[in-house]
């Protein structure tokens, strides 16, 4: 069987003679043609419905895996915090178990948390630029030397576990 392509030829072929011979019958041919084309065009029109169906089912299957890997990136987390909490009790900091060198790592001081707005912040803490934003880093060392009490606090960050 012929495919699109050529069928799209030969009716363009067929459009030319009929230009060239008005007279010419040519009604069985179209006659063939148009069945040849009508084939061809439900071919295709099957596949790209059976692709729209299997594009679909794909986009149903990612979601799918997105929310099981969510699932498990959620349960690794809790089993660190779990490691965490029970080497921290234990005062265990650092251990070798089978293939696995594991330790508790105690992160930096901490994210710096403002309990105010922005604008309250003493201007020698905010540094200009088109608008004003509050130079966290000055802050944060005030904050650290005892300084400016109620305006922002030092929020630790967790321990977490490290596995090699």
Avoid at 14 to 25: G, Q, R, S, V
Avoid at 92 to 101: C, L, Q
Avoid at 142 to 162: F, R, T, V, W
Wanted: glycine share 4%.
């Amino acid at each position: 069987m012929a495919t699109l392509y050529d069928l799209t030829q030969d009716w363009m072929r067929l459009d030319e003679l009929m230009t060239e011979n008005p007279d010419l019958d040519l009604s069985d041919t179209i006659a063939a043609m148009e069945c040849d084309l009508e084939e061809k065009l439900d071919g295709c029109a099957r596949f790209i419905r059976n692709n729209e169906s299997d594009i679909d089912a794909i986009k149903a299957e990612i979601k799918r895996l997105k929310v099981k890997a969510q699932v498990l990136t959620d349960r690794n987390e809790r089993f660190k915090r779990y490691m965490v909490d029970c080497m921290n009790s234990l005062g265990i900091k650092k251990t070798k178990v089978g293939t696995f060198n594991i330790s508790v790592r105690h992160n930096s001081v901490g994210s710096l948390i403002l309990d105010v707005p922005e604008e309250q912040i003493p201007a020698e803490f905010v540094t200009q630029r088109i608008t004003y934003s509050v130079d966290k880093k000055k802050l944060k060392e005030a904050l650290l030397n005892g300084e400016l009490h109620g305006m922002a606090h030092i929020q630790i960050a967790p321990d977490s576990i490290s596995i090699k």
